[in-house]
């Protein structure tokens, strides 16, 4: 029962690095989206995908890339780091055949940027 | 204007008590459904309870509740019978537009943390 799976759970970046965040889902879930959660502000939508080879942006998308090559994996490329990036990132996938549409939550990586 | 907003930033209650965790939105779809997630400290989100907009009948999963008034749009979560375990913070979250083969985007608050004394 993995669910939704994120590597790494916490990371260290020096400003103008780049790194990638790795998310994996095994639910077939058609829907996968990349969430950030800053203090006392709430998740804020970065990018999502409704199926591979399908991305879109989300409300905060500056400074990020993705991609998504197929249903399992959706990673999260943030390049020349900054530390406004400092936050807590959540990837979530969903399924699209229900009413509800649900958001399944990975258990989040932790990124700081120095 | 924020999509959704929780005025709550934090809320005590007794244990075995029943607490109630504001939530309004705001849209101009007809279709729409509103959702609960629960972020203890250890960081997951956990979903709770759904309703949708055109859903008769208020939401329930157990102890949980959505007090669900389209008119005024508020989904207010009530968590009845309050435990030590319910102290987490709590978002209140929208999905615009018709499920079953949209995108299922949701736009969150920014939480209530709930407290629950012993």
């Known amino acids: 029962n993995a669910g939704v799976t994120q590597t790494p759970k916490f990371r260290i970046l020096k400003i103008g690095q780049s790194m990638t965040l790795q998310c994996a889902q095994d639910?077939?879930?058609?829907?996968m989206y990349w969430y950030r959660q800053d203090p006392g502000m709430g998740l804020k939508l970065i990018y999502y995908?409704?199926?591979?080879?399908?991305?879109d942006k989300g409300e905060v998308p500056n400074g990020y890339n993705v991609s998504r090559s197929t249903t399992e994996d959706f990673p999260l490329r943030l390049e020349l780091a900054a530390p406004s990036q400092t936050s807590v990132y959540f990837c979530?996938?969903?399924?699209?055949?229900?009413?509800?549409?649900?958001?399944?939550f990975g258990e989040g990586s932790r990124l700081t940027v120095l | 204007a924020q999509k959704i907003t929780q005025t709550q930033p934090g809320m005590f209650v007794q244990e075995k008590e029943a607490v109630t965790l504001d939530c309004t939105y705001d849209?101009?779809?007809?279709?729409?459904?509103l959702f609960w997630y629960k972020q203890p400290s250890s960081g997951e989100m956990i979903f709770l309870i759904y309703?949708?907009?055109?859903?008769?009948q208020n939401a329930t999963e157990g102890r949980y509740s959505l007090n669900f008034q389209k008119a005024r749009k508020s989904a207010n979560l009530v968590i009845s019978a309050s435990q030590l375990g319910d102290s987490a913070m709590y978002f209140c979250?929208?999905?615009?537009?018709?499920?079953?083969?949209?995108?299922?985007?949701?736009?969150f608050g920014k939480g209530t943390l709930l407290t629950v004394n012993p």
């Open positions: 979530a996938s969903s399924y699209a055949g229900g009413p509800v549409g649900e958001l399944f």
């Open positions: 639910m077939n879930h058609n829907y």
């Open positions: 995908s409704v199926g591979a080879g399908i991305t």
């Open positions: 849209t101009s779809d007809q279709s729409y459904g």
């Open positions: 309703q949708g907009s055109y859903d008769e």
């Open positions: 979250a929208m999905r615009e537009g018709p499920g079953g083969g949209s995108n299922y985007k949701l736009t």
